[in-house]
C-alpha cells in the first residue's frame, strides 16, 4: 500500500464522518471530507484523489448522480459508496452509476479498511508509466482506462480495465482464475464465470484473438509484441 495515498469522503453526518476520517487517517491515509454532494463534486473536480468514499442520501447532489456524472467526465477513480441504501436495487443502481464496491450501514471500522486496501492494492500496480504500449497499433493509458487502437480511443469498463491491468502487470505468465476472480471481484460480490468469459471475449474484440491465450484448467496468458 502506498504512504499517504489520499481518499475522498462525502458523509452528512458530522460525527461518523469524523470517526472515518480520524480511523483512516491513523492507518496513514490522507482524508478530504466534504459533508454534501454539491461540494464534493465541485473538490472531486479541482483536486486529485486516489479513491472515493461516498454516502448516497445526502444534501445536493447525491451520491449516485455525483459519481456518474463523474464517469460520464472520465474520472476513473475507484468509488465505494457507503450507504444504509441496501436493496437489490439499489444495490443495482449503485453498480450502474460506476462504484467498485459497496459497503453497507452500519459496519465496522475494520470492514472499512479491508475494501479500502483491496481497492487501492487493485489501482497502485507495480507498473509505472501512464501509457503502455501493447502493439504498434495500441496503446493502454493506465490512468484513464483508455486504450488508442490506430489513433481511436476506446474508454474500457471497470472489471474490463482490472483485467487488463492484472495481464499487463503479469504479461506472459500464466495466470490463475482464482487469481483473476480475487482481483475482478471483491469478496462479499458473487464472482462469475460468464462475466469473466464476456470480458475476456470483449478485451479479445479489441486487442486481438492471439493475446489472450487460454489455458486450459490453468487460466488465462496474455502476450504483447
Known amino acids: 500500500m502506498p504512504k499517504k495515498a489520499k481518499i475522498f469522503l462525502l458523509e452528512d453526518d458530522v460525527s461518523l464522518n469524523e470517526t472515518i476520517a480520524e480511523f483512516l487517517e ?92 483491496t481497492l487501492l492494492k487493485r489501482e497502485f500496480s507495480h507498473i509505472n508509466e501512464e501509457l503502455i504500449k501493447i502493439s504498434n497499433e495500441i496503446e493502454y493509458n493506465m490512468l484513464t482506462n483508455e486504450l488508442v487502437i490506430s489513433g481511436e480511443v476506446i474508454r474500457i469498463q471497470n472489471k474490463e480495465a482490472l483485467l487488463l491491468k492484472l495481464f499487463l502487470q503479469r504479461k506472459d505468465e500464466i495466470i490463475s482464475h482464482d487469481v483473476i476472480y480475487d482481483t475482478l471481484w471483491s469478496y462479499d460480490e458473487v464472482s462469475s464465470d460468464s462475466a469473466l468469459r464476456t470480458y475476456i471475449k470483449n478485451l479479445r474484440k479489441l486487442l486481438g484473438k492471439e493475446r489472450i491465450i487460454s489455458v486450459k484448467k490453468l487460466g488465462y496468458k496474455f502476450t504483447t509484441e
Open 26 to 117: 491513523d492507518e496513514g491515509y490522507s482524508v478530504e471530507s466534504a459533508f454534501d454532494g454539491d461540494e464534493a463534486e465541485e473538490l472531486m473536480y479541482e483536486k486529485s484523489f486516489d479513491l472515493y468514499l461516498l454516502d448516497v442520501n445526502v444534501p445536493g447532489t447525491n451520491g449516485f448522480e455525483l459519481l456518474e456524472r463523474a464517469r460520464k467526465n472520465d474520472d476513473s477513480v475507484p468509488a465505494i459508496f457507503v450507504t444504509s441504501l441496501n436493496s437489490i436495487d439499489d444495490l443495482e443502481i449503485g453498480y450502474e452509476s460506476g462504484c467498485d464496491d459497496y459497503l453497507k450501514k452500519p459496519f465496522e471500522l475494520k470492514e472499512l479498511l479491508f475494501r479500502v486496501q
